[in-house]
């Protein structure tokens, strides 16, 4: 799926890439028929960068952004972002995504799923690709 990105950055400001590829997922989750629940929902032990639902399951979803002059050519290179999320990082996520269900009193069932955005800083356009129930 193609967005647009509607503000200038400058491909060095990594905070504001990824400011701007969780507003991107959000944008994709939403689209795909998902409802968002929080965002960047932080505890001691870490963070989850959006906490969506959809068919009666919670979602953790864990957003990698990577900003590039040609997205086109990323899956043919073989590079995707959503690969940087290593099992550390999925475990801290559980555990936050644990507390989180606690607080909230949640009862369904829940996931951690992954999105990768990829940016293109140039040409104001990103793709996004979800993958569910990621493990570790």
Known sequence: ML??????MDKSDTKKIGKIG????CQFLI?????????????KYGEIDIVAEKSG?????????????NIESESKEGYRPEEQV??????????????????NNITSDYQIDVIGV?????????KCRLFEGATF
């Not at 967005?3 to 200038?8: H, L, Q, Y």
């Not at 689209?31 to 505890?43: E, P, Q, S």
């Open 3 to 8: 967005f647009r990105v509607k503000m200038f």
């Open 31 to 43: 689209r795909k028929g998902f409802r968002i629940l929080d965002r960047n929902y932080r505890k």
């Open 22 to 25: 969780e507003d991107i997922a």
């Open 57 to 69: 399951i919670v979602r953790f979803v864990e957003v990698k952004t990577v900003s590039r002059e």
């Open 118 to 126: 990829l940016l293109n800083t140039e040409k104001r356009v990103a």
């Open 86 to 103: 290593h099992p550390k990082k999925l475990r801290k996520i559980a555990s936050t995504g644990a507390v989180y269900v606690d607080e």
